[in-house]
DNA sequence: CATGAATGAGTGTTCATTCAT
DNA sequence: TATGAATGAACACTCATTCAT
């Protein structure tokens, strides 16, 4: 796995990511990524709802009136952070899972790299897990888009599995889909409300073997 | 399913509860039980974080203050609510449950009845999945408690089945219960989002099959 | 004429004036009537636009919450002002004008108090003509109610008078009513804005010949 | 009615812009341009009172920086649009005034164009009957200025008829003037307000009868 | 047991204004 | 001549909380 940014350099590191279609530059006002910035560091601490105005600005060395000129409301703001986390992340992701051969392996890849997102950054976890959900403008945020269009490939690679005969057909690939990316939410999102953090590879590899394998001992693998 | 619990004077513990109705047992104050439903009310409606204390003594037709004095501050109200529901939920779904025979029946029906629970009542499922889960207090709840010990007891079917070698024993009962448990939330969570509701006998079928058998084509049942 | 008010205390003359009809003497709480008071006192002196809730709420002696509590918002303070003046002058008004005999004497003295009202009281003309106008909940107001009613009142007395024959039927009483409240407002407005008050008597006279006679020399009452 | 002037570059007097169009005068900077027309184009869709410097800026596609550096503050730009209208209407009034035969035709004239240009220009009068009167600065600008001149013109017709014998003289011509002039004004301001616009035609004819003639029935015209 | 009245402290938001380039 | 960036100061509004009755 790459993506381990620092959390808060990442549009730096999202331009070297993406050598090719580097459209402009598009050259952020410094005081816009200075909020940014501010605010994904005060969310190490504390929670998103609890952290006021003036605190990012503080934070951001900057006035007040600036969050509102660049993102007009405090959860635009949040949105936006969360956007330049998804951005960093899911691309790695994609990357590694399409390098693995086949649809089964490329699931378990994709578990792996899941886990190993939210473990890797407790700040992803809190915003995608607890902060936006009960905001029903999240979902007509560009994060939430991303969310959606990466949800759409992970149901195409069932669906190829389906195909190529490695994934049983009697279950409907979005089911199977829902499943599979549920299930990690709430033990990750244990992690971040306890903060504790388990074994990852212990985890992915129990995941892997329920999700594919189902509970039940008298399966075996045919052949 | 059954649980048709007076609803308000859910006080006691299960046990004695399910004895019989129990009538008068503790005479809640008129205000408390009026503040109670009328939150239950507005939850029908509006997201709690949006119900203000105004709002509720408007609808239970009671001065503000009162409910300062019963609930300390509006999240206990909230636990309280929960609690309630709780209350009355689980306890259907462990006696439905324990009537199943064997323990991988037994998950097919609690698997069956969660779906049922949060497909019935679009509130309990606003509070569990949206509200209550970025406020730390809730985990000190007795809420929680009535969530922990019933998160015990489904691993503890998982253990007997593992003993009885209907399942894998390669794996922790933990996870198991994790995984199952956890994968119908983000599902359900999406009911309550979307405002949609999926056909509970489908979706359990499917989550049943996935979770029991995995999703691997090539398994197949010994025997 | 009477309804000449200290503008503070209306809401005790109002008791007096309306002997019959006191349903049940309306207890308005001690912060609200202050607060009523405080904004009157402030619009002797400065604009309602500049006028802040801190102010006012200083100028009562009281908290800027209960601002809200009772009111709101701004405007619906402002329009309850608006509405306790209305209240206290337009009934004075109607009592000296049904007080006329005939017609066209009542028109005569309808404009008579008319002048007098924003005359005798600076702050009842800058609202009404000045503050409320641009507001477009104004106009859904209680106060704006009043003064409906008021002018549909003043119809029916130019409406008797045609029925009578003391007023010529050619043009529609709507639109004779429309100038003749219409024509003073202006007028009115001007001692507003620049802070004069010529003779009301005076004008009273101009305005009455005016309407009442026309502009043109050759017209002489019949007879 | 005429007055089709360029609607932007009326600066100069009306006498000289009369002559003819005069393409080049002074030749306002671009931005200054931009901004003008913006204004009065979001005039039509929003009160003034709610337009910000920023929606002026954006639909002039200009800094809001150059807005301050030409106007100095926003009343300033309302007064110059205002000035610009003025300009525009007024001199189209008096050449059609000055055309009619005899002092009270005169009037007849001016009354029926002053409802005309009302009716003619939402902007117009909602900037006149709305906009500036509770702002002191308007009475030193120079919008203000015109319609002083334009006021005493009036008053020196009257006065003419007066003279010659077609207007009585029991009356001061100012106290005339001001109920010709004012008696329009709330009554087009209602259209401003509700949105509607009765019949030019059939309000004039009633202004003019009733003001001239006077609302008494028994009245008749000499001779 | 319940209420009416009042408070205090904070928050998001607004926007005119400035200035270096 | 015009712009991008940033600022400062205020303001309306919110609401949990308190307390005398």
């Not at 994904?40 to 060395?61: D, R």
């Not at 409301?73 to 951005?87: A, H």
Request: proline residues 5%.
């Amino acid at each position: 796995m790459r993506n381990s940014l620092p959390g808060v350099l990442v549009t730096k590191t999202a331009e070297k990511r993406s050598l090719q279609a580097w459209p402009k530059a598009v050259p952020q006002p410094p005081g816009r990524v200075k909020i940014v910035s501010a605010l994904k560091l005060l969310l190490k601490e504390k929670e998103f709802t609890n952290i006021t105005w003036g605190e990012i600005a503080g934070a951001a060395g900057v006035n007040e009136g600036l969050i509102y000129k660049y993102f007009g409301n405090s959860r635009n703001l949040l949105f936006q952070v969360l956007k330049e986390y998804l951005d960093s992340y899911l691309h790695g992701v994609r990357v590694d899972v399409e390098a693995a051969s086949g649809p089964i392996n490329k699931l378990r890849t994709l578990i792996r790299c899941l886990i190993d997102c939210y473990a890797s950054d407790r700040v992803l976890a809190k915003i995608l897990l607890l902060e936006v959900r009960n905001v029903p403008e999240y979902f007509e945020s560009d994060a939430y888009l991303l969310l959606r269009d990466f949800s759409t490939w992970v149901r195409d690679i069932i669906k190829e599995g389906v195909e190529q005969g490695e994934i049983r057909d009697d279950i409907s690939p979005d089911y199977m889909r829902d499943t599979i990316l549920g299930s990690i939410e709430p033990v990750c999102l244990r992690w971040v409300i306890f903060h504790k953090k388990p074994d990852p590879d212990q985890l992915a590899q129990s995941f892997c073997t329920i999700l594919l394998d189902g509970i039940r001992k008298d399966l075996k693998v045919e052949q």
